[in-house]
């Protein structure tokens, strides 16, 4: 295979007087490629994600070695020289090249195809190696991380290669170990360093900060664990005999697990490193719904969320080992393990913080039980240099390519190769990002993949594509949402044939209304889905749901003025904000224009009301209709589109109040959403109590509207 590339960082061969390494291309060009590409992408990650390739001791490692395969002829076909880099007594690689020209820079580009156990894999939602796409989402372990980092190189060369020759020199690795050991981690980097050389690194095992917002990692942590066995006995004695003197393996390991935190949960080892996290800030609330924790459960540390995962030392238990509780038997337990698991901040010694963790298990062990440690080899952590000019290019074209302001924030996981490429290879400029986000599961049950993006989609017909994979079982199950996502999917095809075809006057900005479309119906649908997953969902959808569910008699008029609602109020000023930048929302001219646009998408969903409320009619069942909502159907139509016009005005206030939240920080805007969805959840509960709902909004109005605003 050909090797280019010398190493020393993209800067260091601009200094050598190469021009950048890339070629002007038409963007919509390039995302039209994509698109075309996604049905190939899902079958290739498919085909990863149903290879259980688990390299963990005790389990095949035929797998293993069948995803290695798989992922060579994947590459391959992208028009890779790629082959099978056989580590001795480990899991093989990938590793695969495209020759550039000579004085061009080279890329190194990285993913794994290992993945975690599946344990029990009947607590699954879905299968784990039985690849699923449902609701725009491919379910399976490893989908995420990191199979999915395979396809995007692939399916990224493939676009780019349409045009001609790579502007550079590309090289391909995928590791097959990254997940069970680090091992034979100097072997692969340090053992192939002709091999692997290169000016810069990309790492397709990060994530985006949310679905369709372009992410860029600048930090991970180092990670490394710790074995700890404690023994009191050669083997168990019964505890009507010996209990009382002696001490069993259990109490004592628990008292020193339980020794590595102090009260308010920090940890209690002396000489860990870490500092106050400089970059993006995650609010408390934030955080909390995202991990799912209980409401009633306290936090551990202390410091901003972002330095407890960013920026400070973790321990967590991983594992414990002693007799089940179907095995309990009246007897002292001789012996326990436990696997503790370390992250460590950016900049750590991981070497000497291991022996610091070993240190104190050795010292608090109580009653001169036995305790033997057994250390993993430690990863390092590492910071990216946002000022090199790769990272600047990756910044410019994610941009470009998603049309918003890209996220800069650290990832408290660990990518043990980034550091020893990086010592290996002294100027090398790294980039971290991926293809997953924040409800994909890593390490978890139902690992899950976005099949199509925002960004990816790019057109309407992505979107209803999506919406109809989620109706389908909602049509079949009789499940009370479907009248909201039926009205909503007619609508939306809709607004596709404006924008195609203009009939009602077009549009002042065709491709920002797309844009808006997209992004307004991406926040109800990533509420659907997650409803589906674990029954919660945000705002004024839990309150939607949640009566959808318990009460299924509700007339269907009824659930769909709960949908409405719920979106309208909550989901579309959000979806303003994320189309529409602060200095747009101070300027006129620009504020016309939108206005203009807005008021065009009510005027379609006002000419769809006679046809919606003709198919909702069709769907009733007898007696769901009185006499006087049958008497008052052309008024009931009326006061639709009136209340259309209504909360259209305090949508626009509503979403101008988050703009100016926005510009004094994540939390004010944070606490500002929250109030929103404190206030539609209230006006959804409301339109779900009994009584003639349509003289309801007439009294109080359709919108809600924050304080101030």
């Given amino acids: 295979m050909a090797t280019t590339g010398r190493g020393g960082g993209w800067s260091a061969s601009l200094r050598r007087g190469n021009a950048v390494a890339c070629r002007a291309m038409d963007t919509d060009q390039l995302r039209s490629r994509i698109h075309e590409d996604m049905p190939r992408v899902v079958d290739e990650l498919s085909r990863l994600v149903a290879i259980p390739s688990i390299g963990y001791d005790g389990y095949d490692p035929a797998n293993v070695r069948a995803s290695a395969e798989l992922t060579r002829d994947i590459l391959r076909h992208a028009g890779v020289g790629a082959d099978l880099l056989e580590i001795e007594g480990g899991h093989p690689a990938v590793f695969g090249s495209v020759p550039g020209p000579a004085d061009r820079p080279t890329v190194l580009l990285y993913a794994h195809h290992d993945v975690q156990p599946a344990a029990d894999p009947d607590a699954w939602t879905m299968p784990p190696f039985t690849p699923t796409v449902t609701g725009g989402r491919l379910y399976g372990r490893g989908a995420a991380d990191d199979k999915s980092g395979i396809v995007i190189h692939a399916a990224a060369l493939r676009a780019v290669r349409a045009d001609g020759p790579l502007p550079c020199s590309v090289k391909v690795i995928v590791e097959g170990e990254e997940e069970c050991s680090t091992q034979h981690l100097p072997e692969l980097v340090r053992g192939h360093g002709d091999l692997l050389r290169s000016d810069v690194a990309v790492i397709a095992d990060g994530g985006n900060y949310r679905t369709g917002v372009p992410t860029i990692g600048t930090s991970i942590r180092g990670a490394t664990h710790l074995t700890v066995r404690v023994d009191v006995l050669p083997i168990a004695q019964h505890s009507g005999v010996f209990g009382g003197p002696l001490p069993d393996a259990i109490m004592a390991l628990s008292r020193m697990l339980a020794s590595l935190h102090d009260d308010e949960g920090e940890l209690t080892i002396d000489g860990l490193h870490g500092f106050p996290w400089p970059g993006t800030q995650v609010p408390e609330d934030e955080f909390r719904d995202e991990s799912r924790v209980f409401p009633e459960i306290e936090l551990l540390g202390t410091g901003t969320i972002a330095d407890r995962t960013l920026s400070k030392a973790a321990i967590n238990i991983l594992a414990f080992e002693a007799p089940r509780v179907d095995e309990v038997a009246?007897?002292?337990?001789?012996?326990?393990?436990?696997?503790?698991?370390?992250?460590?901040?950016?900049?750590?010694?991981?070497?000497?913080?291991?022996?610091?963790?070993?240190?104190?298990?050795?010292?608090?062990?109580?009653?001169?039980?036995?305790?033997?440690?057994?250390?993993?080899?430690?990863?390092?952590?590492?910071?990216?240099?946002?000022?090199?000019?790769?990272?600047?290019?990756?910044?410019a074209a994610l941009t470009a390519a998603f049309d918003r302001k890209v996220v800069e924030m650290g990832s408290g996981g660990s990518i043990p190769l980034v550091p020893m490429l990086a010592e290996t290879f002294p100027g090398i400029e790294v980039l971290i990002w991926g293809a997953g986000d924040h409800r994909s599961n890593f390490h978890f049950r139902a690992s899950k993949m976005r099949t199509a993006e925002p960004g990816m989609e790019t057109s309407i017909d992505g979107l209803l594509v999506r919406m109809e994979a989620l109706l389908e079982p909602m049509i079949a199950s009789n499940d009370e949402r479907r009248h909201f996502l039926s009205v909503y999917m007619r609508t939306t095809a809709a607004v596709r044939d404006e924008l195609a075809r203009p009939s009602l006057g077009g549009f002042v900005d065709p491709a920002w209304a797309e844009r808006w479309d997209l992004a307004f119906a991406e926040l109800y649908l990533e509420a659907l889905e997650r409803w589906n997953e674990d029954g919660t969902a945000p705002g004024p959808w839990q309150v939607a749901f949640a009566l959808a569910a318990s009460e299924p008699r509700i007339p269907p008029l009824r659930h769909l003025l709960l949908g409405m609602n719920a979106h309208v109020n909550f989901d579309l000023p959000q979806a303003l904000l994320a189309v529409i930048t602060d200095a747009e929302f101070d300027d006129p001219e620009v504020i016309g224009y939108r206005a203009a646009d807005h008021a065009r998408i009510d005027a379609i969903l006002a000419s769809r009301v006679p046809e919606e409320d003709r198919l909702l009619e069709a769907s009733e069942q007898p007696g769901d209709r009185t006499l006087i909502d049958r008497l008052m159907t052309p008024f009931n139509r009326r006061a639709t589109a009136r209340f259309l016009k209504e909360s259209r005005a305090k949508v626009w206030r509503n979403a101008r109040a988050l703009s100016l939240a926005r510009r004094d920080g994540p939390g004010p805007l944070r606490a500002r959403v929250v109030e929103l969805g404190e206030l539609s959840s209230g006006r959804v509960a409301d339109l779900g109590r009994p009584g003639n709902v349509i003289r309801r909004l007439a009294r109080d109005g359709f919108g809600v509207l924050l304080a101030g605003a």
């Fill in 330 to 395: 009246n007897q002292i337990v001789p012996s326990a393990r436990a696997v503790v698991g370390l992250r460590m901040a950016p900049g750590e010694d991981y070497a000497a913080a291991t022996d610091r963790l070993a240190a104190h298990l050795r010292a608090v062990a109580p009653w001169g039980v036995r305790v033997q440690i057994d250390t993993e080899e430690p990863g390092a952590g590492y910071i990216v240099d946002p000022t090199t000019p790769a990272y600047r290019s990756a910044r």
